[in-house]
């Protein structure tokens, strides 16, 4: 099987990995909400672990952080206002670091989250880690490429859940995490593999 150029490379768009110390972390709904329950995901622990590690590497690199949380209204799985919808305590927010809250998978859709990224003086590098994958991972990143930023996805800070194929079957949760991936290093950002590979 032949492997096709990313559509990157055929622009002649730039693949470096910027340096976490000169870029802007954006946490996208590290909540409780994909730990348990309903909407609990494959991989999540572990993710959210490398997620903690990546926020105190921006921190010690003197990176601005945003964290980003989703909110689904009262009663939901989503509920920012109840424990299931709070941001997990190994990567909660500090002081000065700002909490943006949407209500669509990309995270510039009808919030001010570049209102929040121009105040802070955010620079084009944006480092993004967070739940799911294959949705407001991949959609925010979309959204940062549209905005004219450079994404990069730490892919070990991500996680996602198995789903019902179209035609039948499942995709397992592992292979619709390869396919974000993908997707988001065709076009729209560089993915890291691990929070090592991102220098301070």
Do not use: W
């Amino acid at each position: 099987m032949s492997v096709s150029t990313s559509l990157r490379d055929v622009i002649g768009l730039d693949s470096t990995l910027p340096r976490l110390g000169g870029a802007t972390l954006l946490m996208i709904d590290f909540q409780n909400t994909y730990r348990t329950g309903v909407m609990a995901l494959e991989g999540a622990e572990p993710a959210l672990a490398a997620g903690a590690r990546l926020l105190a590497a921006a921190r010690e690199a003197g990176a601005t952080v945003i964290h980003i949380v989703n909110d689904g209204g009262e009663g939901s799985p989503y509920d920012i206002r109840a424990e299931i919808g709070a941001i997990s305590p190994e990567v909660a927010p500090v002081e000065g670091e700002s909490v943006v809250v949407k209500q669509f998978p990309d995270a510039f859709h009808g919030t001010d989250l570049e209102k929040v990224l121009r105040e802070r003086g955010a620079g084009a590098d944006l480092v993004l880690a967070g739940f799911m994958t294959h949705m407001c991972v991949t959609f925010t990143a979309q959204g940062a490429f549209n905005h004219g930023y450079r994404p990069t996805v730490v892919a070990e800070a991500t996680a996602t859940r198995s789903l019902p194929a179209p035609g039948g079957g499942t995709l397992p949760a592992a292979t619709l995490r390869s396919a974000a991936l993908t997707t988001v290093a065709d076009l729209f950002g560089t993915v890291a593999p691990t929070v090592a590979h991102l220098a301070g």
